[in-house]
C-alpha cells in the first residue's frame, strides 16, 4: 500500500539561489494513513518548515512530496492545522470559530448557508468531546489558554480533514494543562483517526501521542533517528513515569542533544581554512 504521505529527498530554501537559507535538506519520510507521527529536534532545525511544505503553504526547492498520491502544488483543502497560540477570532464566540473552515473550503462553503443547523450540531458535538459543551455560545475572552485549544483542535477538525498537522499546538499551556490536552487530543485521534505530523520539543508529548518518533538533525534539517511506541491504546498519562517510557525519552534526548553540537573540524582542515 501505498503512503498516505511521502517524502523522498527533500530539500526547502528561504530565498533566492545560492544565498537564500537552506532549511530543509535531503529530507525522508512515509507516513501510512492514519498514523500518528511526531517530529522532534533542535529550535530551528527545520521542524515547522516541514509542515509548511507538507501542507503546500511553502513550496519545496527539490525532491519529491505527494500527500494522497497526488504531489503538492498549493494548500491542501483535506489538511487541518492547529498552532501554538490558538489564533480564535475574537469577534466570534467558540462555535462560530469552529465553524469558520466550514466557511471557507469546499464543498462545504456552497451548502453552508442551507446546512447551516447540521454543521453546527457537528460542530457541538466536537466541543462536547473535549469538553466545551457548555462554552459554545461564550466569547473567546471568557475561555482559559486550555479551552481555547480545544476549540482550536475542533475547529482544525470540524472539516474532517484526512490530515491534521499541529504545530507545537500545546506549547505555550502550563504542563498541567498541557498534560490534560494529550488525552484529549489522544481521545479525539482515536475517535476521528486522521493522519497526523505533530512537532513538538516536549519528548514525553511526543511519546506519549505518537506511534512513532522521528529526530531532525540541527540546520538543514534532516532525519537521524526514529524511535517507535507500541503501548495500546488508549494510553493513560501514568505510562510516562514508566522505565521504559523514561529510557526512550532519555535516548531521544541523547540524539538531539548530539545533533545540537557544532560539526568537528579537523586540525588539519581548520589550518587550511585559516
Known amino acids: ?10 530539500s526547502l530554501r528561504y530565498g533566492a539561489g545560492a544565498g537564500g537559507l537552506l532549511a530543509l ?8 494513513r492514519g498514523e500518528f507521527v511526531a517530529v522532534v529536534g533542535p529550535s530551528g532545525c527545520g521542524k515547522s518548515t516541514l509542515l ?33 497560540n490558538a489564533t480564535l477570532l475574537p469577534w466570534r464566540n467558540t462555535l462560530e470559530n469552529v ?21 453546527e450540531e457537528k460542530a457541538l458535538a466536537l466541543l462536547d468531546l473535549v469538553g466545551l459543551a457548555d462554552f459554545a455560545r461564550k466569547s473567546v475572552w471568557e475561555l482559559s489558554g486550555g479551552m481555547q485549544q480545544r476549540a482550536q483542535l475542533c475547529r482544525a477538525l470540524i472539516h474532517e480533514p484526512s490530515l491534521l498537522l499541529l ?13 490534560e490536552l494529550w488525552g484529549v487530543l489522544q481521545r479525539l485521534w482515536l475517535q476521528k483517526k486522521p493522519t497526523v505530523v505533530l ?24 532525519f537521524i533517528a526514529e524511535r517507535r511506541f507500541d503501548a495500546p491504546r488508549p494510553r493513560p498519562l501514568e505510562i510516562i513515569y514508566d522505565h521504559g517510557f523514561v529510557d526512550v525519552v532519555h535516548a531521544l ?21 585559516r
Do not use: C
Open 1 to 10: 500500500m501505498a503512503p498516505f504521505v511521502e517524502i523522498e529527498k527533500l
Open 25 to 32: 535538506d535531503d529530507v525522508s519520510l512515509s507516513i501510512r
Open 52 to 84: 509548511k511544505a507538507i501542507t503546500g503553504l511553502w513550496p519545496a526547492t527539490g525532491g519529491v512530496l505527494r500527500v494522497a498520491g497526488a504531489p503538492v502544488a498549493g494548500p491542501l483543502k483535506i489538511a487541518g492545522m492547529a498552532f501554538q
Open 99 to 119: 465553524l469558520l473552515p466550514l466557511q471557507i473550503v469546499e464543498p462545504h462553503r456552497a451548502r453552508f448557508r442551507s446546512h447551516r443547523r447540521e454543521y
Open 167 to 179: 504545530d507545537e499546538p500545546f506549547g505555550a499551556l502550563d504542563a498541567f494543562t498541557r498534560e
Open 199 to 222: 512537532v513538538t520539543h516536549d519528548l514525553r508529548e511526543a511519546l506519549f501521542l505518537a506511534d512513532r518518533v522521528n529526530v531532525m538533525s540541527a540546520r538543514p534539517g534532516t
Open 253 to 273: 534526548r541523547a540524539r538531539i542533544d548530539e545533533a545540537r553540537k557544532p560539526a568537528r573540524i579537523e586540525p588539519r582542515a581548520a589550518a587550511d581554512a
